[in-house]
């Protein structure tokens, strides 16, 4: 970044600070501060503010390219080492990034629409299998690539990083035995005191890891009964263990509505003569996705940190110039990073193409190639905060205009 790009990125910022104020977490004065600034000098932290208005004077007057906050609480915040600030607890944070997430998209808009999925999914966890109620959870999106999830509940502050990797190994299903999932139970018999062996497994309703399982197994017998037949015998005869014959009655059998029904309800067995197929798929097929599909996603090293950084919501992230913007559970389904995290206008910007680069904002895409080009402020700066355009000097602009 040259001296007048970083120059114009902390003019655009100071005026964002100047018009708009932080949203910092509950006890702020509790807190460890940390800041990174345009001109590279590395991380200032061990900072403490008693207030949000000494806060904000202190952004608006450094103008910070990036702001954090810890989730930690602490004694003596603004301490020089992390023993002499005396730990009292900390929130149970969440961070999920697209770069993290097994075949994202490669566009922006791609990478945050699975990346919000994958949040979704994660607060549906919170919610249902943890019991964390909307009043105590917060959340935002990062500014870059992802979200960030904020638990505030007693329940967690005094838990160690031992205890909130366990939290993200559930989340994960890390280490889930799945073969357990489905069992055998003793039924009683059609004829006297005879008794028989069946098939069973969690109910759909079934809380945890045992209702996401009804789901997947409901959702492969619905994709092959919705299947051409060519399509399903394909699938079917690829599981280990899956012949044609038995592939083909399998497909015929499924698209009955009670079968669906009882396999809704835990019974596996209904399919009479053909429940022996449901351990070659729960061991050969459905292992192989089932957490990767259902799971969780999250970076285990952010949760497990109980001194970690996070951004704070309301400020600006330095390598995009998007709102850290802060969102309630109810926010999440209408809410359009490319759209609602933008702060800077549609004005014109000339600058300086450095590098081929392809992004999407505002219903927008962009192919950009090596020159000059006038875009609008809000792409301009991503650009120029991404490092991929140089900001144009007057006398530059004015040979634009010219050619």
Request: aromatic residues 10%; contains cysteine; negative net charge.
């Amino acid at each position: 970044m040259n001296a007048l790009t970083q120059s114009l990125l902390v003019s655009r910022f100071r005026g964002y600070y100047l018009k708009s104020s932080l949203e910092p977490p509950p006890e702020l004065d509790f807190r460890e501060w940390g800041f990174l600034f345009f001109d590279d000098t590395g991380m200032r932290r061990h900072k403490s503010f008693f207030s949000r208005g000494e806060l904000v004077d202190y952004v608006r007057a450094m103008v910070p390219r990036h702001v954090y906050h810890s989730a930690a609480y602490y004694q003596r915040p603004g301490a020089p080492t992390m023993k002499e600030k005396i730990w009292k607890g900390a929130d149970l944070i969440f961070d999920l990034d697209a770069d993290h997430l097994k075949n994202a998209p490669r566009s922006y808009g791609g990478m945050l629409e699975t990346v919000k999925k994958e949040t979704d999914k994660l607060l549906a966890f919170l919610t249902s299998d943890f019991g964390f109620s909307e009043d105590r959870i917060s959340i935002a999106f990062s500014g870059g690539r992802g979200y960030h999830i904020h638990i505030r509940d007693p329940r967690v502050f005094d838990l160690g990083g031992d205890e909130r990797r366990e939290i993200v190994d559930y989340l994960t299903g890390r280490g889930l035995d799945i073969d357990k999932l489905s069992f055998k139970v003793r039924i009683s018999g059609d004829v006297g005191d005879d008794s028989v062996r069946v098939l069973r497994c969690p109910p759909k309703d079934s809380p945890g890891w045992g209702g996401r399982f009804n789901e997947a197994i409901v959702r492969f017998a619905e994709e092959i009964r919705n299947a051409d037949e060519k399509a399903a015998m394909e699938r079917l005869t690829k599981i280990k263990g899956i012949g044609k014959a038995r592939a083909i009655e399998f497909y015929e059998r499924i698209k009955n509505d009670l079968i669906l029904d009882d396999i809704r309800s835990g019974n596996l067995d209904s399919l009479k003569n053909l429940q022996g197929i449901w351990p070659h798929v729960i061991t050969n097929y459905l292992a192989d996705q089932f957490v990767e599909v259902l799971g969780g996603e999250t970076d285990e090293p952010v949760t497990a940190d109980v001194r970690r950084l996070i951004r704070c919501p309301g400020s600006l992230h330095g390598g995009s110039g998007l709102r850290v913007t802060p969102l309630s559970l109810r926010d999440m389904e209408d809410f359009d990073p490319l759209y609602d995290a933008l702060v800077f206008g549609d004005e014109a910007v000339p600058v300086q193409i450095i590098k081929p680069f392809r992004t999407e904002m505002k219903g927008e895409s962009y192919n950009l190639a090596e020159g000059r080009e006038e875009l609008p402020a809000h792409i301009a700066i991503f650009l120029m905060c991404r490092g991929v355009a140089e900001a144009l000097s007057a006398r530059e602009r004015a040979k634009n205009l010219a050619l």
